[in-house]
Every structure is written in structure tokens, then in C-alpha cells.
T-cell receptor, first 114, second 115 residues
Framework: DSGVTQTPKHLITATGQRVTLRCSPR?????VYWYQQSLDQGLQFLIH???????AKGNILERFSAQQFPDLHSELNLSSLELGDSALYFC?????????????FGPGTRLTVL | SQQGEEDPQALSIQEGENATMNCSYK?????LQWYRQNSGRGLVHLIL?????REKHSGRLRVTLDTSKKSSSLLITASRAADTASYFC???????????????FGKGTKLSVIP
């Protein structure tokens, strides 16, 4: 158990819909990273928040957005869903925004878009 | 984009044998991390090796890093059936000026340990 929690575990929805994925980092961790894992693209970085502020964006679609709240939990919002958005979505937390820190991953949310 | 490339893509060994997986990457790194993922589950952090380190051990795991060749290897000694999983290397860029150390993952090596 990494100490990172994600809800829900599974999500099945239809194309065009909007969903919110939630992540609670390990106690004391200020950084939350979001990653997407799909069969064709592998594990891809989406976005990074540090202490409530966006630090970096990766391969994140404009239909996707995220935020980190004062209690440090984070939400990833996916809208206008398409079949290709079906994937495992992971968040990871680390102590700081700096390097030399392990990133600890949550169990993931499996999104299926029908 | 994929920075790390693991080799081999799949590896099948008998229980008790050693398993070696390799990872190559393209740009300068801050550190390199290895993760394990059981089928469809979360990623478990195994070990982090910094760019100024050459070798690191953790239990049955041994990781080496050669920054001149931009490569790393993960050795699992005396493998067990429970080691069956996919193994990923992940790097973060050395020039993360924005203070963000997002990981770039390889495609992973699928290890099967046969009892």
C-alpha cells in the first residue's frame, strides 16, 4: 500500500460524458502527478500540481483539466469523452516538486468509455 | 513520448533463476526509478538510483546505471513466482527548470516466473 488513494476504482460511461477522478496523496506529500496508461501509448504524463499550483503539463488534452485543493487532494476532470480515452489513470505523489524523490502511485482508476 | 526503452519486451524464466532487464534512455537524467506492475494494478516503486550513483541494492534487487551509455539494468536474483509482473524504468529530466520532475516511462518488460 503506497498510501495514495484513488477513487473510483472503475468507471464506465458513455461517449460525450464528463467524469471526475479523485486522488488523495500520501500524508505530507505536496506534489501530485497524473498519468494515463493505455495499450497503445503506454504510461504518459498528463499534469503536475505542487501545493495547489500547476507546475507542468504533459500530453494532456484540452478536454481534460485538473486541480489541487487546499487539503492537497487532486481531481482530474475528463469531458466530452471519446472511446480513445478508455485507459487506466494513475496519480502519484511525492514529497516535494524537486528531483531525487520517489513517486508513489495510487491503485489507479480504470475508465471505460462505451 | 517514450524515453526509456526496456529490453527484452518479455522474459520467461524458472523459479530460482535470475532475471535481468535493461533500460535505455535518450536524454540526461536526474534519477532513474524502477517500478513493478501486476496485471492491471497500480505501480509499485522498487528502487531509485541517482545520476551520480552506479549501483544500488535493495533485497533481491540490484540496479546499475551507466550514464555514459544512458542505460540501466535491473537484476532480480533467486526469482519467485510472485515476481511475475511487468517492470518499468522511469526517468526524470535533468533540466526540469519548472521544478517538475514528471516521469517518462518505457514500455516495460513482462516477466513470467514459472514455478
Amino acid at each position: 500500500d503506497s498510501g495514495v488513494t484513488q477513487t473510483p476504482k472503475h468507471l464506465i460511461t458513455a461517449t460525450g460524458q464528463r467524469v471526475t477522478l479523485r486522488c488523495s496523496p500520501r500524508s505530507g506529500d505536496l506534489s501530485v502527478y497524473w498519468y494515463q496508461q493505455s495499450l497503445d501509448q503506454g504510461l504518459q504524463f498528463l499534469i503536475h500540481y505542487y501545493n495547489g499550483e500547476e507546475r507542468a503539463k504533459g500530453n494532456i488534452l484540452e478536454r481534460f483539466s485538473a486541480q489541487q485543493f487546499p487539503d492537497l487532494h487532486s481531481e482530474l476532470n475528463l469531458s466530452s469523452l471519446e472511446l480513445g480515452d478508455s485507459a487506466l489513470y494513475f496519480c502519484a505523489s511525492s514529497t516535494s516538486g524537486g528531483g531525487h524523490n520517489e513517486q508513489f502511485f495510487g491503485p489507479g482508476t480504470r475508465l471505460t468509455v462505451l | 513520448s517514450q524515453q526509456g526503452e526496456e529490453d527484452p519486451q518479455a522474459l520467461s524464466i524458472q523459479e530460482g533463476e535470475n532475471a535481468t532487464m535493461n533500460c535505455s534512455y535518450k536524454t540526461s537524467i536526474n534519477n532513474l526509478q524502477w517500478y513493478r506492475q501486476n496485471s492491471g494494478r497500480g505501480l509499485v516503486h522498487l528502487i531509485l538510483i541517482r545520476s551520480n550513483e552506479r549501483e544500488k541494492h535493495s533485497g533481491r534487487l540490484r540496479v546499475t546505471l551507466d550514464t555514459s551509455k544512458k542505460s540501466s539494468s535491473l537484476l532480480i536474483t533467486a526469482s519467485r513466482a510472485a515476481d511475475t509482473a511487468s517492470y518499468f524504468c522511469a526517468t526524470d529530466a535533468a533540466d526540469s527548470g519548472a521544478g517538475s520532475y514528471q516521469l517518462t516511462f518505457g514500455k516495460g518488460t513482462k516477466l513470467s516466473v514459472i514455478p
